[in-house]
């Protein structure tokens, strides 16, 4: 089990660092919400940048351990100032920071329809640009490809989130009246030998005026 969260961290570690490239791209002074990301420490990385253009990143974790170890690990970081993690769960996002400015919204790891849609409708308060990472596949490969995920959720304390039908997701999206899609975005497909392709995406969704 030691070994399969090692090599789980390693992938998220890895896997952080290339997606905030895109959404870190052509910033300055925002404030950017990321909901449901699993332990990793953006300072490591990106703290140059986070000073230079003054960015503060609110962060939920997947869960209270993983925030708790950041703290520890930025304690003395120079620029832990912008690092803020003190909420767990997608109400307090609301209860704590309903007048926050956001510019950007960040969702890994969808659990379910449903989750998204709680974190949609969470979205719609702040009225800000969403970037959505999540891995869609047809609709016959679901199944199995969820399957493995749970086992792994089983072993791992990450969340890699599930695999969803690439039209239910599209129409989904379709009926968000205040939202439009801007662009979508294959950002990865990498095959695995039992587990198949992995095809994650991005998905940007502008506010309506």
Do not use: W
Request: hydrophobic share 35%; with cysteine.
């Amino acid at each position: 089990m030691d070994l399969v969260n090692k090599y789980s961290n390693k992938y998220f570690n890895t896997y952080y660092q290339e997606i905030f490239t895109y959404f870190l791209n052509e910033v300055d002074n925002e404030n950017i919400l990321i909901i449901n990301i699993n332990q990793f420490n953006p300072l490591l990385f990106f703290s140059h940048y986070f000073k230079r253009f003054n960015i503060h990143l609110y962060l939920v974790f997947h869960h209270h351990q993983a925030s708790l170890n950041i703290n520890e690990e930025i304690k003395n970081e120079e620029c832990k100032k912008y690092i803020h993690n003190d909420i767990y769960s997608l109400n307090e996002i609301v209860e704590q920071y309903r007048n926050m400015k956001f510019n950007k919204i960040i969702l890994f790891h969808i659990r379910s329809i449903e989750y998204l849609k709680k974190e949609l409708d969470i979205c719609m308060i702040f009225k800000c640009k969403v970037y959505i990472y999540i891995s869609l596949s047809k609709k016959f490969n679901i199944l199995y490809k969820n399957l493995y995920r749970g086992l792994l959720k089983k072993i791992d304390s990450n969340e890699p989130g599930y695999v969803f039908d690439y039209n239910k997701i599209f129409d989904l999206l379709n009926t968000y009246q205040d939202y439009e899609i801007e662009s979508i975005n294959l950002i990865k497909n990498k095959h695995y030998a039992v587990y198949g392709n992995n095809q994650n995406y991005q998905i940007i969704l502008n506010p309506k005026n």
